[in-house]
């Protein structure tokens, strides 16, 4: 079946340096959701990306898809230690079938 | 407003043993999604209802089962407990068509 895939597992970052995680997909996707969850909590919405190309901002997060829409990208600048956390990216091609990334869990240290 | 509750909170079975796992959504939210998550792995599509009936289900075997009630609420039933059930397991709701789920604290289960 569809798979997405997400690199790195893991990702140990200095507070203030920069963090980036990537979602892979072997067919094109319709869409692709973005979440994230705190340790020891549960998945949060952060968002989700339709079009071809399409960039989006959350404050210090941007959020990218591919121009084939088979990938797509987290960035977090200047991260803060409340970053930390697992970030999953979920393709929902097959409705309300969404298929998860295995994360990438984001360490942030002070 | 009352997010997503699930219950219990934890939970300890034996090998064999069924379990069931209960789920009330966000008022006014019409579907409802259950998730497996084994400990630091990501999250698996276990089933989706809308409106009290299956619209789909991912690739686990018929023991994982459940149903939705007239309230929206749902349960999942898993039969036959096997070690590797052992897991977190979370159910989001949404309004139907709209792309936020929002997900619930979850049960974790233990089967020993």
């Known amino acids: 079946g569809q798979q997405v895939m997400q690199i790195p597992q893991y990702q140990h970052v200095q507070e203030g340096e920069d963090f980036t995680t990537y979602c892979n997909s072997s067919?094109?996707?319709?869409?692709i959701q973005w979440y994230k969850q705190r340790p020891g909590g549960h998945p949060v919405f952060l968002i989700q990306?339709?079009?071809?190309?399409e960039v989006k901002k959350q404050k210090r997060l941007t959020f990218q898809f591919g121009e084939a829409k088979k990938n797509s990208s987290l960035h977090i600048t200047a991260t803060q230690t409340t970053d930390v956390g697992t970030y999953f990216c979920?393709?929902?091609?097959?409705?309300?079938?969404?298929?998860f990334g295995d994360g990438t869990t984001l360490t942030v240290k002070p | 407003e009352a997010g997503v509750t699930q219950s219990p909170t934890h939970l300890i079975k034996t090998r064999g043993q069924q379990v069931t796992l209960r789920c009330s959504p966000i008022?006014?939210?019409?579907?409802v999604y259950w998730y497996q998550q084994a400990l630091g792995l990501g999250l698996q599509f276990l089933l989706w209802?809308?409106?009290?009936?299956?619209?789909n289900r991912g690739n686990f075997p018929p023991r994982f089962s459940g149903r939705q009630f007239p309230n929206y609420s749902s349960e999942l039933n898993v039969n036959a407990l096997e070690l590797e059930d052992s897991a977190l397991y979370l159910c989001?709701?949404?309004?139907?068509?709209?792309?936020?789920?929002?997900f619930g604290q979850g049960t974790r289960l233990t089967v020993v």
């Open positions: 989001a709701s949404s309004t139907y068509g709209t792309p936020e789920a929002f």
């Open positions: 990306l339709v079009k071809s190309g």
């Open positions: 209802y809308d409106e009290g009936e299956e619209r």
């Open positions: 067919t094109t996707l319709s869409n």
């Open positions: 008022s006014g939210h019409t579907s």
């Open positions: 979920a393709d929902n091609t097959n409705a309300g079938k969404s298929t």
